[in-house]
């Protein structure tokens, strides 16, 4: 299995920027597809972004769509979320996830995902 770790959560104020990092070890090959969900107190999991790390096709939530960016540098085995213009509405645990074989279709499922990290808390002030 892959053991991820996010980091790079914190405390910021609306409009500000956040870059959250998942760095993964113990993965082969490169055909695998990492996300980022997010779960705030009291609501469900909600997918945020997905990168397919080999050809890089990238999938976001229509929430997070032109705020946030999701990247990889294989160099690091990382994958970056980058988030601009953050709202109060964007507090929550960010996880990033891994898995292999997911459709374009399930990519926002979390159930698609087998490893995940242990999560980073974003909080975002008014």
């Known amino acids: 299995q892959v053991h991820l770790v996010e980091s790079g959560g914190g405390l910021v104020q609306a409009g500000g920027s956040l870059r959250l990092s998942c760095a993964a070890s113990?993965?082969?090959?490169?055909?695998?597809?990492i996300a980022w969900f997010r779960q705030a107190p009291g609501k469900e999991r909600e997918f945020v972004a997905a990168?397919?790390?080999?050809?890089?096709?990238?999938r976001y939530a229509d929430s997070v769509k032109g705020r946030f960016t999701i990247s990889r540098d294989p160099t690091k085995n990382t994958v970056y979320l980058q988030m601009d213009s953050l709202k109060p509405d964007d507090t929550a645990v960010y996880y990033c996830?891994?898995?292999?074989?997911?459709?374009?279709?399930?990519?926002?499922?979390?159930?698609?995902?087998?490893?995940w990290g242990q999560g980073t808390q974003v909080t975002v002030s008014s």
């Open positions: 996830a891994e898995g292999t074989g997911i459709i374009l279709s399930s990519i926002s499922s979390h159930g698609s995902y087998k490893d």
């Open positions: 113990g993965r082969g090959g490169s055909h695998y597809t």
């Open positions: 990168l397919r790390w080999s050809a890089r096709t990238t």
